[in-house]
């Protein structure tokens, strides 16, 4: 995967929201627990009419959706989308998201055969099941895909919606990166994890300022490669013009040690330390996160990385966007 020409046109983010076990929003994301009364509780949260019937992963992904197309200015007060619904797409990232549903319907079938089974259950097994819920609850009738590979998942389906906006598939993309908790999960990673699910809502800016939405943050360039370093190396040359000195903050594991020159001296945050393994969900936590630190501080640039290995880094800069014809003011 290669950063967009630079002459693409700008991608920002209009909305950002999180359905994350013990956070009241993304601006947790900043904090060390404990962080305090009020925040998601899967217990409470995860039930309702609407969300019936449907697998955990999607009821965590709706309701992290929900909040990020609010902010977005995309949500009427009876939840239904107000934007171009034919040219609004969905991307998902999530590696572990329907295991505990395949776990239960594997051992429904060693128990009683295929006739045990229900329709109800079937549709939970699909790796496309949460992005399809997601499309249907908010009438989103453009393109609808889910990326399942691993650690750098999340950041991957960023770098694929920029594409669709770039090549002119989609005007909005609802990106949700979300990982369940259960017993198939905590079998398989051999500890038990945290439900996880974080959205963000990416336009072109042209468009999210035709509709006056506020552009929170610019997606400046991804990148790819054999470990974050080269990935971060790779997202830093797409860019429309060069960095001036190390990023203000790197959204970072603590595998993914150096001190490049594009992260020398930047202070580190890595957001599973304090939420555990988040696997597909981590990249779109982490822009989550990145909107966040940009609302909070004069920050200008955050980088986030995850993976690492033969192909499986990747890289993501995000940057505070300022108007064409503008001047960039200092903040008091």
Known sequence: MRALPASAAPVVVTGTGTAVTGLTGPADLL????????????????????????????????????????????????????????????????????LDTVAALSDTIAREGVTGLTPLGLPGTSSNVCAGYLAIRHGLRGPSLTVCNGQSSGLDALFWARVLLAAGRARTVLVVGVEPSGPAVTRLLGRETTDAAAAVVLERAEDAAARGAHPRALLAACGRASSAAQAAAEAAGGLAAPLEGPVDLWLTGEQQAGEEELTAGAPRLDVEQALGPL???????????AVAHLDATRAETVLASAGGGPETAAALLLTRYVPPNSERTEQS
């Open 31 to 98: 904090r060390r627990p404990p962080y305090g009364p009020g925040g998601f509780d899967p217990v409470t949260g995860l039930k309702g009419r609407e969300l019936r019937n449907l697998d955990r992963a999607s009821r965590l992904a709706l309701r992290a959706a929900a909040p990020a197309l609010t902010e977005a200015q995309l949500l009427d007060a009876d939840g239904g989308f107000t934007g171009e619904a034919d040219t609004a797409a969905v991307v998902v990232s999530s590696t572990l998201g329907t």
């Open 279 to 289: 696997s597909g969900a981590l990249g779109v936590v982490q822009c989550a996160a």
